[in-house]
C-alpha cells in the first residue's frame, strides 16, 4: 500500500479557511481514491470526500458539499482538501486515505474500505 503524508491544518475562526495536502510516499499513487475522514474529540472516524486518482471523478458528503474542494496535482503525487466557510463542527483530526475499492456514486466510504491512512492533522475551527 502507498504511503500517505498530511500536511497543512491547523487553527482558524469561524468562516475561515484552511487546505490540507496529502502526498504519495515510496510510489506515486496509481488505481486509489483517496478520501478524506475525520474523528472530532469522543466521535467517530466519518468519510468527508473523495477523489479518483486516475480521473478525479469527486465525492463528498452533503455537510460538506459547496464549502470543501477536493483536487489533485499529478506532477506532485499529491491530493489537497481546500476548506472554506469552516464551521465549529468542523473541528476534528483530518485523516487523508487510500483506497482500492470502488466508490459508486451517492455513496461513501467506510473504514473498513481503506487499505493505508495518514498520519492525521489538526483542524481546529474557533473564536
Known amino acids: 500500500q502507498v504511503k500517505l503524508v498530511e500536511t497543512g491544518g491547523g487553527w482558524v475562526q469561524p468562516g475561515g479557511s484552511l487546505s490540507l495536502s496529502c502526498t504519495a510516499s515510496?510510489?506515486?499513487?496509481?488505481?486509489?481514491?483517496i478520501g478524506w475522514f475525520r474523528q472530532a474529540p469522543a466521535g467517530e472516524r466519518e468519510f468527508v470526500a473523495a477523489i479518483r486518482w486516475h480521473d478525479g471523478n469527486k465525492h463528498y458528503v452533503d455537510a460538506v458539499k459547496g464549502r470543501f474542494t477536493s483536487s489533485r496535482d499529478l506532477a506532485k503525487n499529491t491530493v489537497y482538501l481546500q476548506m472554506n466557510g469552516l464551521k465549529r463542527d468542523d473541528t476534528a483530526v483530518y485523516y487523508c486515505?487510500?483506497?482500492?475499492?470502488?466508490?459508486?456514486?451517492?455513496?461513501?466510504?467506510?473504514?473498513?474500505?481503506?487499505?493505508?491512512w495518514g498520519q492525521g492533522t489538526q483542524v481546529t475551527v474557533s473564536t
Open positions: 486515505a487510500a483506497s482500492l475499492v470502488p466508490l459508486h456514486s451517492g455513496a461513501y466510504y467506510s473504514a473498513e474500505d481503506i487499505g493505508s
Open positions: 515510496g510510489r506515486a499513487f496509481s488505481d486509489e481514491t
